[in-house]
């Protein structure tokens, strides 16, 4: 919603509007999502091939998040998603960004968020463990679920923090429009400079363009533009997603079931793992087994793969079940 509102903002004041704040903020946190959702099928399409993207998505996404926002920070002074909104970082002191800001900016835009997934991941791994009985009682437990405590006072401290700081900066008494630009001491303004590609593409048309120009900037230029369009596209699914979240999915046909295999009624109500009853039944969605709970956890902790399929999978993908009354 806030990234409609922001085109139609007016940008006739000196500083931004929070919509396109709050815009730019849900463009970047859009990304890692989006990657992941590429990299899942890819590794479901053809697991032999693309199944080390799924096991390292979190690490290849680092790599590539970090050479776009090098190349973002170092030519517009800004972030891609701050740039896709015609913002750009501005110092309070010296007002362009100097070499220790702009790492400073990467260490929030690049480095923290890579270790918020993992540390959100680990923690959602314990709060399943802790809502099955899984945890013994020991002092790993104890810590455990003291770390989930934490972090779950830390993320309503910084969500209040950010709601603060928002209405701070709607009344002007603050510059920085979130907690980040604030212990950064830069603020969010609207880009000096226009925007190049336009201009690229224009005279590449009309044919203006020297060998040398073309030699340089057409990599350049196209890749931007693939990155962009590729923004739009995703802000354009978020928005199209969000308008059919009522979608019912009981007016889907009903898809008869494969047949059954003559071994399964040997295994049937067993762990394909251990091979006795299910202790906690639990299901790995990318294959549709049913495993032990601690079988499928230890095994996803040391092999990222289902057992039997060896499709890709994630201790987070796991499912419990539960028996109906």
Request: glycine share 4%; hydrophobic share 45%; net charge positive.
């Amino acid at each position: 919603m806030a990234a409609n509102i922001a085109h139609f903002t007016a940008t006739l004041n000196a500083q931004p509007s929070i919509f396109e704040v709050i815009a730019q903020n849900s463009l970047n946190k859009l990304l890692h999502p989006a990657f992941q959702k590429l990299a899942t099928f890819l590794g479901e399409l053809n697991p032999s091939k693309f199944g080390w993207l799924v096991e390292f998505n979190d690490e290849l996404f680092l790599l590539l998040n970090g050479l776009v926002q090098v190349h973002y920070l170092r030519t517009t002074g800004a972030s891609f998603a701050e740039y896709f909104y015609g913002l750009q970082r501005v110092s309070i002191l010296n007002e362009k960004l100097t070499d220790a800001e702009q790492k400073l900016s990467l260490l929030f835009l690049v480095l923290l968020p890579y270790f918020k997934v993992k540390v959100d991941a680990r923690i959602q791994l314990y709060k399943i463990e802790n809502a099955d009985n899984y945890l013994p009682s020991n002092t790993s437990t104890a810590c455990k679920r003291a770390a989930i405590v934490l972090h779950s006072l830390f993320h309503c401290l910084y969500g209040f923090w950010t709601f603060v700081q928002y209405l701070r900066y709607l009344s002007n008494a603050s510059c920085h429009q979130t907690p980040s630009l604030q212990l950064l001491r830069l603020k969010l303004a609207y880009a000096l400079t226009p925007q190049l590609i336009p201009a690229f593409w224009t005279a590449l048309f009309r044919g203006e363009l020297s060998l040398s120009d073309f030699g340089t900037g057409l990599l350049r230029n196209t890749t931007t533009s693939v990155l962009e369009l590729s923004a739009f596209f995703m802000q354009f699914l978020q928005v199209w997603n969000a308008e059919r979240a009522n979608y019912s999915f009981t007016s889907l046909p009903i898809v008869p079931p494969p047949p059954v295999h003559t071994k399964a009624g040997d295994f049937k109500g067993r762990c394909p793992i251990c091979l006795q009853s299910y202790k906690i039944p639990t299901v790995l969605p990318v294959s549709g087994y049913v495993f032990c709970f601690p079988c499928i956890i230890r095994h996803l902790q040391k092999d990222p793969r289902c057992p039997v399929t060896q499709w890709p999978a994630k201790s987070l993908d796991v499912i419990r079940l539960y028996d109906s009354v």
